[in-house]
């Protein structure tokens, strides 16, 4: 494999920087979603954990590695994910965190934000904007900006699901994955391509919201003027030329997802697996739901990335009838 700018040796260690309450989450087969699903499924659960997110594995090596150099202080723009799990890992470290977000969050995301001590600055725009607006933060107050996905340790921190996956050793020759800014993508690709080479590794993204889906087909970066999508989590328009070029070398497919599709998936993982989860976290399932013949016989793993959604847009979305399901 052509070296990406990840590391495995890298990975493998941060498994002993990151707290342990981040790892070694819940991988299991979920029979119940399989005969909807014309596949088996099995579940990578990334939401048990104190920030219901991967995110918290990559913020706990910047964290540890800005309090191991004495640093006080980081900035990150976040659709919210990020931002929680940054505010956790600096908690715990004595750092000072700054959260920059579109005041159009998932306003679940923010109130947790804000309850785990870090400072939230809100901006009038999207996500690209409050990515703007905290590297400007940075270079005035003189402290660290951290970037996702740009940043290797959010790379190397999402990559250990990957270890995880490798090490359980299940029969699965397929990972689907949700694709935004790309560490969780590039991470866990990363590993699957270096330790099992043989599992396809297709990435998964709205069609509202295709900016890097289009970059990895066209080989090159591809902006898009607007994000429309309930999939807050990668409603990115901007790739990071560095993270595509890693996810060139990892991905084998790029899809996107219709918002229906997304609906459908959101549903079937509460209604066959008990999982409430944010649209992002269902979009494997979606993938699976729109074009069930490419995955058929298949043993598929899906990453429930997760779980931090508005109550209230929860019910909106999942709440109507929908085939097979109960009124």
Not at 183 to 203: F, N, R, S, Y
């Amino acid at each position: 494999m052509q070296q990406t700018r990840l590391d495995t040796g890298r990975i493998r260690a941060a498994r002993r920087v990151i707290d342990p309450v981040f790892l070694d989450t819940p991988l299991y087969r979920c029979e119940a979603l399989e005969a909807g699903l014309g596949c088996a499924v099995s579940v990578k659960l990334e939401t048990a954990n104190p920030v219901r997110s991967f995110k918290g594995r990559g913020t706990e090596l910047v964290a540890g590695l800005l309090a191991g150099s004495g640093s006080q202080a980081v900035v990150c723009a976040s659709a919210g994910n990020l931002g929680q799990a940054l505010a956790w890992s600096g908690r715990g470290r004595g750092l000072d965190v700054t959260v920059v977000a579109s005041r159009f969050a998932t306003a679940a995301k923010l109130d947790r934000i804000r309850a785990l001590g870090a400072t939230l600055e809100l901006v009038d725009g999207d996500h690209e904007l409050a990515r703007e607006r905290a590297a400007m933060i940075a270079h005035y107050d003189g402290i660290r900006l951290l970037e996702d996905s740009l940043d290797i340790e959010t790379c190397e921190g999402a990559a250990t699901i990957g270890l995880e996956l490798v090490d359980a050793a299940p029969s699965f020759d397929t990972v689907l994955i949700a694709l935004g800014g790309g560490a969780l993508a590039t991470g866990i690709g990363h590993v699957l391509k270096a330790m099992a080479p043989e599992v396809e590794v297709i990435c998964v993204q709205p069609l509202g919201a295709p900016a890097m889906t289009l970059s990895w087909r066209e080989r090159r970066v591809v902006t898009t003027d607007s994000a429309d999508t309930i999939a807050d989590g990668v409603a990115g328009r901007r790739p990071i030329p560095a993270v595509l070029d890693d996810l060139l070398l990892v991905a084998d497919d790029a899809v996107l997802v219709r918002e229906a599709s997304i609906i459908a998936g959101m549903r079937m993982l509460l209604d066959h697996a008990g999982l409430v989860v944010e649209p992002s976290a269902a979009l494997g399932i979606a993938a699976i739901l729109e074009d069930r013949d490419r995955f058929a016989g298949r043993h598929v793993v899906t990453i429930v990335c997760g779980s931090n959604v508005d109550v209230d847009a929860y019910h909106r979305w999942v709440g109507g009838t929908a085939p097979g399901r109960r009124s």
